[in-house]
C-alpha cells in the first residue's frame, strides 16, 4: 500500500527557515519523480518545485533561490528547505510522487495528507 507523509511544518516568521520531509513507501521511491505543492486558502493547487529520479530539478519562479528540494532514495525521503520565508509562501504543503514528472502525471499520482505553513509578517 502506497503511503506518503509530510512533516516540518509550522509557524515562521518572515525571514524564517523551516525543513519539510516527506517519506514515502509502498511503491518504488528510487524511480519515481517526486514534488512538492502549496496550496493557500482560497486558490488552486501549485507546484513549487520537483525532482526526477534522475536528479533534474525544476523550481516555480518564486521558489528560485530560496528553496532547495532533495532527495534521499536510500531513506526514501524527499525533503524542502525553505529559506527567506514571506507570507505569500504560507499554505498546506503536500508532496506527490508520480512515474513521471508533469503537472498532468502529478495529478494522477500519489499524494500525502500536507503540512501546514504560516509565515507571519
Known amino acids: 500500500q502506497v503511503h506518503l507523509a509530510e512533516s516540518g511544518g509550522g509557524s515562521v516568521q518572515s525571514g524564517g527557515s523551516l525543513r519539510l520531509s516527506c517519506v514515502g513507501s509502498?511503491?518504488?521511491?528510487?524511480?519515481?519523480?517526486m514534488g512538492w505543492f502549496r496550496q493557500a486558502p482560497g486558490k488552486g493547487r501549485e507546484e513549487v518545485a520537483h525532482?526526477?529520479?534522475?536528479?533534474?530539478?525544476v523550481y516555480e519562479e518564486s521558489a528560485k533561490g530560496r528553496f532547495a528540494i532533495s532527495r534521499d532514495n536510500a531513506k526514501g525521503t524527499l525533503y524542502l528547505q525553505m529559506s527567506s520565508l514571506k507570507p505569500e509562501d504560507s499554505g498546506t504543503y503536500y508532496c506527490?510522487?508520480?512515474?513521471?514528472?508533469?503537472?498532468?502525471?502529478?495529478?494522477?499520482?500519489?499524494w500525502g495528507p500536507g503540512t501546514q505553513v504560516t509565515v507571519s509578517s
Open positions: 506527490a510522487a508520480s512515474p513521471v514528472c508533469g503537472t498532468v502525471a502529478f495529478r494522477s499520482g500519489y
Open positions: 509502498g511503491y518504488d521511491y528510487s524511480t519515481y519523480c
Open positions: 525532482i526526477d529520479d534522475d536528479g533534474t530539478i
